[in-house]
């Protein structure tokens, strides 16, 4: 390769060159990316571009609990746009469930074969070897508070389980869900890590431990 600019292909000075290699490895280390070590995930931080915003700890674990109750011994958990809860589920559940966590933020594919892309616009736009029905709960955080955004999650809820569903949306999209999913508003209530201007529910289709007083 040549070492002008006479072919046509510009070229990055040496100390340009140094200056982004330098921010590719600050914001690595920032994400946690750096080794591809799963235990850095959680200091992914969240992109509010994304309609990211997560729960705090006791939120997150009281659902990654609710969650391994629900699926049972053996069984599979989904989280759909729900990274928190999985990664309390990895911490939590010592082999007796296994999970995959469905989301549109690449970051998280420091989970490995655990991780699948999903994109909620393109509800049924997933990877051969995700089958139909082969969860036995879903946790569904959809992305935005739009009746859009839940009626093609709910899409992509519908197909992937085996019928327990545990949502967390608004309050505001409790009619919707309850038409598009059969589910009912729980006792407790979840928070997020930021306080956030929306009041925001859990929502179930079966039995849960999430209407027990807290």
């Not at 469930?97 to 989970?111: L, T």
């Not at 545990?166 to 930021?194: I, N, S």
């Amino acid at each position: 390769m040549s070492d002008s600019e006479d072919d046509g292909v510009p070229r990055l000075s040496s100390h340009t060159l140094a200056a982004l290699q330098e921010f590719y490895a600050e914001q690595e280390q920032h994400t946690g990316l750096g080794g591809g070590d799963k235990d850095s995930i959680g200091v992914i931080e969240e992109n509010w571009q994304l309609s990211q915003f997560w729960y705090s700890q006791e939120t997150a674990l009281r659902l990654a609990q609710e969650a391994i109750t629900a699926a049972g011994e053996g069984g599979r958990v989904a989280c759909v746009s729900a990274p928190s809860v999985y990664r309390e589920l990895r911490e939590l559940c010592g082999g007796r469930v296994s999970a995959c966590v469905f989301e549109y933020d690449r970051r998280f594919a420091v989970y490995g074969p655990d991780f699948i892309f999903y994109d909620y616009t393109r509800p049924l736009d997933l990877p051969g070897h995700v089958a139909a029905h082969s969860f036995d709960i879903v946790v569904a955080d959809p992305p935005y508070l739009s009746e859009e955004c839940l009626q093609k999650t709910s899409e992509t809820i519908k197909y992937l389980t085996r019928g327990k569903i545990l949502l967390c949306t608004g309050a505001v999209m409790a009619e919707a869900a309850a038409r598009l999913l059969g589910v009912k508003a729980c006792r407790f209530l979840p928070r997020h890590a930021r306080a956030l201007a929306n009041e925001f529910r859990c929502y179930v289709n079966y039995e849960s431990g999430l209407d027990r007083e807290d």
